[in-house]
Nanobody
Framework: QVQLVESGGGLVQPGGSLTLSCAASGSVKTIDDMGWYRQAPGKQRDLITFITSSGRKNYVDSVKGRFTIARDNAKKTVFLQMISLQPEDTAVYYC??????????????WGQGTQVTISS
């Protein structure tokens, strides 16, 4: 059994910052890619950033220069540092990870989602 537990969401004013965390636990043997999706009200869930096991990072244009992804492999945790937040960043943020439990190919696991609201 594998779990991803997120923390760090909340309400901030425009221009503010937040850092999200997502920790994997359970029968984790290896973790490949880790990343973050977000889903705004009435919209689909979109990938915004990911980081490979070797540390290569990728961002969508809308968050480049404002969001930074990082991971701590020893703690099986991925972070998302967000600055210069704007109302359009309001969404539920979901972490994901490609995890191998030792049997077969890696599978995608998801966090429970954390609400980020940007409002004055």
């Amino acid at each position: 059994q594998v779990q991803l537990v997120e923390s760090g969401g909340g309400l901030v004013q425009p221009g503010g910052s937040l850092t999200l965390s997502c920790a994997a636990s359970g029968s984790v043997k290896t973790i490949d890619d880790m990343g973050w999706y977000r889903q705004a009200p009435g919209k689909q869930r979109d990938l915004i950033t990911f980081i490979t096991s070797s540390g290569r990072k990728n961002y969508v244009d809308s968050v480049k220069g404002r969001f930074t992804i990082a991971r701590d492999n020893a703690k099986k945790t991925v972070f998302l540092q967000m600055i210069s937040l704007q109302p359009e960043d309001t969404a539920v943020y979901y972490c994901y990870a490609k995890i191998s439990t030792g049997w077969g190919s890696p599978s995608d696991y998801w966090g429970q989602g954390t609400q980020v609201t940007i409002s004055s």
